[in-house]
């Protein structure tokens, strides 16, 4: 199983992007996903999640700025950023939980905005 993240960016300050994260070797259909992010320095946080009934949940530093989606004809999760801030400068990691075993990580995407 494979998670690739693809979208990071440097924007700046205000501006949007949005990540996504496609998984092969599987179906995400049945997983709970998230997008995790670590800044340098600091330990990894939880941003969003989002249940495979569609039920979502966000870090209150993001709420109201960012959305967690997913297409499941594509098997890939979605992270729409907007209003961007600095202190949302990290590495953006998306991950796939599963009932037994470990946890699927992807490589990371870097999102940088400057003020």
């Known amino acids: 199983e494979q998670l690739v993240e693809s979208g990071g960016d440097s924007v700046q300050a205000g501006g949007s992007l949005r990540l996504s994260c496609a998984a092969s070797?599987?179906?995400?259909?049945?997983?709970?996903m998230s997008w995790y992010r670590q800044a340098p320095g600091k330990q990894r946080e939880l941003v969003a999640r989002i249940t495979s009934g569609g039920i979502t949940n966000l870090a209150d530093s993001v709420k109201g700025r960012f959305t967690i989606s997913r297409d499941n004809a594509k098997n890939t999760v979605y992270l729409q950023m907007n209003s961007l801030k600095p202190e949302d400068t990290a590495i953006y990691y998306c991950?796939?939980?599963?009932?037994?075993?470990?946890?699927?990580w992807g490589q990371g995407t870097q999102v940088t905005v400057s003020s």
């Open positions: 070797g599987f179906t995400l259909t049945l997983n709970t």
């Open positions: 991950n796939a939980k599963w009932t037994v075993g470990e946890d699927t």
